[in-house]
């Protein structure tokens, strides 16, 4: 059995453990964010299945790491709020992870040359993240939510000083953006010497 195929079991069973306990504590709430990790956790294999496009097993571990503590520990658990530096750490790996599906579109195998692949790697996972940020802005518009740390009276957390000049909600999402620019040049470095 390959290391990505028992990595990927190992995931879904603890995924399905969870569930398991949070139905026994009857945390009913916390049971949507499982089943939408555990659905999200074959994106990777149903692009292979239906485009032939196959990430490394890198980058898909990354891309579950992210799905469970952005989605679960993150939203679910309150993590955002509980640790300063959750939303960033998140944001620097999916530059890190992202890259990689960049990449695996690209499809090194076709004789582009590999500076233009790399490029395309980067600006895939920059373009992803601006997705991201969209869709945090969408879902604070419609629920009235916090994910880009805009509201000043909220019961989440902004973690932005006090000093800042700018609004929290633009220094979160140039301070996200900057992560991920920051994952995905230095996963830019280290996939130079794999290609």
């Known amino acids: 059995m390959k290391f990505l195929s028992l990595c990927e ?7 399905f453990a969870l569930a398991v306990f949070h139905i026994y504590k009857r ?8 089943i939408l990790v555990f659905a ?4 990777p294999e149903l692009l292979n299945a239906v485009f032939q496009i196959r990430i ?8 579950l790491i992210i799905l469970f503590m952005a989605l679960y520990l993150g939203s679910s658990l309150g993590f955002y709020d509980r640790y300063k530096r959750w939303d960033r750490t998140i944001h620097f790996l999916s530059g890190v992870g992202f890259v990689g599906f960049g990449i695996a579109i690209a499809d090194t195998s076709s004789g582009i040359i590999k500076l233009v692949i790399l490029f ?18 969408i879902s604070d518009c419609i629920s009235h939510g916090n994910a880009q740390r805009w509201q000043i009276i909220h019961a989440s957390n902004n973690h932005v000083s006090e000093k800042a000049i700018q609004p929290a909600g633009l ?25």
Do not use: P, Q
């Not at 999200?40 to 994106?43: A, H, Q, R």
């Open 40 to 43: 999200l956790s074959f994106l």
């Open 27 to 34: 945390e009913f709430k916390l049971i949507k964010s499982l």
């Open 56 to 63: 490394d097993a890198f980058s898909i571990i990354v891309y």
């Open 120 to 137: 395309f790697g980067f600006s895939f996972s920059i373009t992803l993240h601006v997705f991201w940020e969209v869709l945090e802005y």
């Open 171 to 195: 220094v979160d999402t140039m301070n996200d953006i900057i992560c991920c620019i920051v994952g995905a040049g230095l996963a830019i470095l280290v996939w130079w010497f794999i290609i």
């Open 9 to 15: 079991i190992i995931f879904r069973c603890a995924l």
